[in-house]
């Protein structure tokens, strides 16, 4: 079975956002051909802001980090999980109003108090 990294989006507007993750995460599967790579639950919509999870498959990820070497290691975060976030905050950030990732893993274990 193939590794996901599963993130969990928040955002005001879920039509423009889920737009631009898909547009930016179709671009980069044409450029490392992949295939498939990537998928969005349906958003549920709370306090005025709209959550839903974003899975990606690792091997995606791998491939960016390989084409962009030094530059991927320059994105600010611990792990090529959190340089890849950074790396698709600041390409949907123009286009996307209000928005806000976080690993969904991470997410589920703090919230019990397990770090």
Known sequence: MESRLNINVSTIDYDKTSKALTHQL??????????????????????GWHFFVLSVNRVLIQKLESMMTEDFQKLK????????????????????????????EEMESSKFGIF
């Open 26 to 47: 179709t671009l980069l599967e044409e450029m490392v051909h992949g295939e498939d790579d990537f998928v969005m639950t349906d958003s549920e919509f709370a306090f």
């Open 77 to 104: 975060g611990k792990g090529p999980d959190k340089k890849f976030m950074t790396w698709l905050s600041k390409n949907i950030e123009n286009k996307s109003p209000r928005f806000k990732f976080a690993i969904k």
